[in-house]
C-alpha cells in the first residue's frame, strides 16, 4: 500500500521544539512538501524539499526556525521545529508533490496529518 504517514506531533510551549516525521511506505517519493492548516484557515505551505536534489524552500513565516530533511534510506522527512509560536498551531500534513513548491497544486497524495499546539 502505497501511503504516507506523519508523526512526531503534540502539544509544546512557546519558544520549544518539534520533530514532525513524514515516512512513505511502499515508494520513494520524488518530492514532499509539508502543510499546515489552522482552524478556520487555508492550508498553506510550509516547506518541500527535493528527495533527489536535496533542494529546500521554506514560507517566510518559519525562515530560520524550522529546517527540512529527508534520509532516503528510511524513507522519511522530517521537519524540525524550533522557537515555536502560538501561531504555529495547526493540524500538520506531509504531501508527495510532482515539483518542490508549496502549493497543493502538485500534490499525488496526502498524509492523515498530525496536530501541533503550541501553548501556555
Known amino acids: 500500500q502505497l501511503q504516507l504517514v506523519e508523526s512526531g506531533g503534540g502539544l509544546v510551549q512557546p519558544g520549544g521544539s518539534l520533530r514532525l516525521s513524514c515516512t512513505a511506505s511502499?515508494?520513494?517519493?520524488?518530492?514532499i512538501t509539508w502543510f499546515r492548516q489552522a482552524p478556520g484557515k487555508e492550508r498553506e505551505g510550509v516547506s518541500c524539499i527535493n528527495n533527489r536534489s536535496g533542494s529546500t524552500t521554506y514560507a517566510d513565516s518559519v525562515k530560520g526556525r524550522f529546517t527540512i530533511s529527508g534520509d532516503n534510506a528510511k524513507n522519511t522527512v522530517y521537519l524540525q521545529m524550533n522557537s515555536l509560536k502560538p501561531e504555529d498551531t495547526a493540524d500538520y500534513y506531509c504531501?508527495?508533490?510532482?515539483?518542490?513548491?508549496?502549493?497543493?497544486?502538485?500534490?499525488?497524495?496526502w498524509g492523515q496529518g498530525t496536530q501541533v499546539t503550541v501553548s501556555s
Open positions: 511502499g515508494f520513494t517519493p520524488y518530492a
Open positions: 504531501a508527495e508533490i510532482l515539483v518542490c513548491a508549496l502549493t497543493v497544486r502538485t500534490v499525488i497524495q
